[in-house]
């Protein structure tokens, strides 16, 4: 595999494709110009002008798996709100960024979501997905493509250690889950207020057994008011904020499954204004801006699966 | 907003807590009028850019007057209909009644000018059984009419349009009336209807949606509300009334005060109608109780818990009215042998089990607090001593 494959393959998530060369009619039609395929299968498709690159089951295979990403009613089980329980893999990612990751989508309509949230954290993922959902898929991939380039560090108001153990893993989930935005880290970190190692004294091993109580405590910890992003007007959407102080990128993740209509956002910031591009919709005013006290709020008129926020 | 506005909006903020005496971060205290209000309530933030009008709608010119209306002909207990007739002779006695004018356009003209833009809160969440009564909406909107008022200045709201479309307002009043709602349906998807600059912030269960939003009809359209509840009993608040109606009705993401056996609804009930500039708009209150729901509310998808108070009441205070609501309801529940709306114990307590509950009504599936109405009281809302409240009745 050559490096320039390599950095594509680490830019932008990856359809895998096994059909043959007769669906490409299907692909073309919904954009799709990139895949991942089956090594022996590499050359028909790039004489048929795709990009392309060989990933057998077997690399597949050796993939982190990831689950499809969406909500299910588990409300109750981990968490004391109505909020349903969230199946996302952001904090995945932020756990291993140099991580490959796999989804095996079985069942049709979630790819775009899938790729939404690869796409968000820039992770290098490879994507099966239901033939049902090319169009969707190549609409998502069309959207992220379309995004203006912007490169930002992430936003942190606290950090994690990971001591790689199921509980921090879980933990990572439901902080990530709650918009808590934390970076992981090898040990503890002065640049943070808040530092949470699992096991010492301040984060006993049992409070991280119950992740949602665990997490409502650091978010006690950090309060609201210091927060550097709240999300407003739903429970299934997971934020991740990337900034360098005077620009921020904000994705936005609908993992719900229906579009969000006046979904209200703070960011804490020197922002003054921005420009929204919002998956199957494109660029949109904010609206309802408000920019005081060290923070801005807006809200979107329509979100669908994925919508990016670009703050100045 | 440019920062100077929401500047301002932060000052005025401040200034209407302060002109509500209240002290929200307070753990306990007892009111001027010497109510006992509990100790253990949430922190509640309020953001408002509305100052109160100079004589807020609630509890308006008639604090602690009732005016009830009874009439044993109003609906057929057979059918459940109204008596459309009889409805109007009861809402023409009432209103003058409650005003003192000497005819019924003049009562309604004590509240109302041409120029005032209306909306009539219905409650749609009892329906097919009890819900706003469509002869007390549709007389509601004749009276406007009546007045002066154009038809396109006259709102009948809920806040889901699912609900809007199951009770089919539109075709009992004139044509050109809106029937209008913040939400397609209860999905959380929608904020759209909401404003989202005037809302109660508090973080009762750890959830991560702490804004309850003024529906923004509300906040940026009408001029004057009325509110037409029903006597229902309710799982979270002992009984809906006035208070629950407007307040619940006109706010976005308020079912999350009430999970898991627990409700915030003692302190969230009154602290949002009281909220600017919902409590200055609303200056009338209509109790429909035609028709009413002694257990399993605020729903009656079934005839089985109904009953008929055959009974309209009038006022301007809304803690008045649920205040002898709480008795209509509890009496009820005490004519068919069941606990008590204010019972706390235990071993009624069947968290979440909603059969359990719909099937028995010695079940409760929440701890009750029909204390919301004492509370919304200290707030100002209204007079919530019996021995102050003077109720005139009055038969058709």
New interface residues.
């Given amino acids: 595999m050559t490096a320039a494959v390599l950095a594509l393959i680490a830019a932008a998530p990856c359809i895998y494709w096994t059909q043959g060369i007769e669906s490409r009619p299907a692909l073309e039609s919904a954009g799709i110009k990139r895949l991942c395929v089956p090594p022996d299968q590499m050359e028909v498709w790039r004489k048929a002008g795709f990009t392309v690159t060989a990933v057998s089951d077997a690399d597949l295979a050796q993939r982190e798996a990831l689950p499809a990403p969406g909500i299910t009613s588990r409300a109750g089980v981990a968490s004391p709100t109505r909020a349903p329980w969230i199946i996302a893999s952001g904090w995945r990612f932020m756990r291993e960024p140099a991580g490959k990751f796999g989804y095996v989508l079985a069942a049709p309509g979630k790819a775009a979501l899938a790729l939404a949230e690869a796409s968000a954290y820039g992770a290098d993922a490879v994507v099966k997905i239901d033939a049902g959902d090319v169009p969707s898929a190549g609409a998502m991939l069309a959207f992220v493509d379309s995004l203006p380039p912007l490169d930002l560090p992430p936003v942190a108001d606290f950090g994690v250690v990971d001591d790689g153990s199921p509980i921090a893993g879980e933990a990572m989930n439901l902080l990530a889950r709650r918009n808590l935005l934390f970076e992981v880290e090898k040990a503890v970190s002065p640049r943070f207020r808040v530092n949470v190692a699992i096991g010492t004294p301040a984060y006993p091993r049992e409070e991280a057994a119950d992740p949602s109580a665990f997490a409502q405590k650091i978010r006690a910890q950090l309060t609201d008011e210091q927060r550097s992003l709240r999300v407003y007007g739903s429970e299934v959407v997971i934020a991740r904020l990337t900034s360098d102080g005077r620009r921020a990128r904000l994705h936005l993740i609908n993992y719900g499954g229906r579009d969000i209509e006046g979904l209200r956002v703070r960011v804490r910031g020197p922002y003054h204004g921005g420009d929204a591009y919002v998956a199957g919709t494109g660029k949109v005013a904010l609206q309802d801006q408000v920019a005081a006290d060290g923070a801005i709020e807006f809200s979107l008129p329509k979100i669908s699966a994925y919508a990016v926020v670009d703050l100045r | 907003?440019h920062?100077r506005a929401?500047?301002r909006l932060l000052a005025a903020t401040a200034a209407s807590v302060k002109a509500a005496g209240l002290n929200l971060a307070a753990k306990g205290r007892i009111s001027p009028d010497g109510l006992q209000i509990r100790s253990d309530l949430p922190t509640l933030k309020i953001v408002s850019r509305y100052s109160p009008a100079a004589a807020p709608g609630m509890p308006g010119p008639f604090p602690g007057r009732v005016v009830a209306v009874k009439s044993d002909r109003c609906v057929d207990t057979t059918t459940n209909t109204a008596n459309d007739q009889v409805v109007r002779e009861m809402m023409a006695q009432g209103m003058r009644a409650l005003t003192g004018a000497t005819t019924t356009a003049d009562a309604w003209r004590r509240f109302f000018t041409p120029a005032d833009v209306v909306g009539i809160k219905v409650n749609c969440g009892g329906y097919p059984n009890c819900i706003s009564a469509y002869e007390i909406v549709g007389e509601t909107v004749r009276q406007l009419l009546a007045l002066g008022i154009p038809v396109s200045q006259i709102y009948v709201y809920e806040r889901y349009q699912n609900q809007m479309d199951e009770c089919n307002y539109a075709a009992h009043v004139a044509e050109g009336v809106q029937t209008v709602a913040a939400e397609r349906a209860n999905?959380?998807?929608?904020?759209?209807?909401?404003d989202?600059?005037t809302y109660l912030e508090a973080?009762l269960?750890?959830?991560?949606?702490?804004?309850s939003n003024m529906m923004r009809l509300v906040s940026t359209r009408l001029t004057k509300i009325i509110n037409i509840p029903n006597m229902k009993d309710h799982g979270a608040t002992g009984a809906t009334g006035c208070l629950k109606n407007i307040a619940y009705g006109s706010f976005?993401?308020v079912?999350?005060t009430h999970?898991?056996g627990k409700s915030h609804t003692y302190s969230v009930v009154g602290t949002l109608a009281a909220m600017e500039p919902l409590r200055s708009r609303t200056v009338l209150q209509i109790m429909d109780g035609i028709r009413g729901v002694w257990h399993g509310g605020p729903f009656a998808r079934t005839t089985k818990y109904l009953f008929y108070p055959k009974q309209i009441m009038f006022g301007t205070d809304p803690v008045a009215i649920d205040r002898l609501l709480l008795d209509i309801i509890d009496n009820e529940r005490k004519a068919h042998g069941a606990i008590s709306i204010w019972d706390r114990s235990p071993s009624s307590l069947r968290i979440?089990d909603g059969r359990a509950r719909d099937a028995d009504p010695n079940v409760n599936i929440i701890i009750r607090e029909p204390g919301h109405v004492e509370y919304a009281a200290s707030l100002g809302l209204g007079v919530y001593d019996l021995a102050k409240i003077k109720v005139q009745e009055l038969t058709v």
């Fill in positions: 907003m920062r929401f500047v999905r959380n998807t929608d904020n759209s209807g909401y989202p600059e973080n269960f750890g959830e991560e949606d702490t804004r976005s993401n079912a999350r999970q898991r979440d």
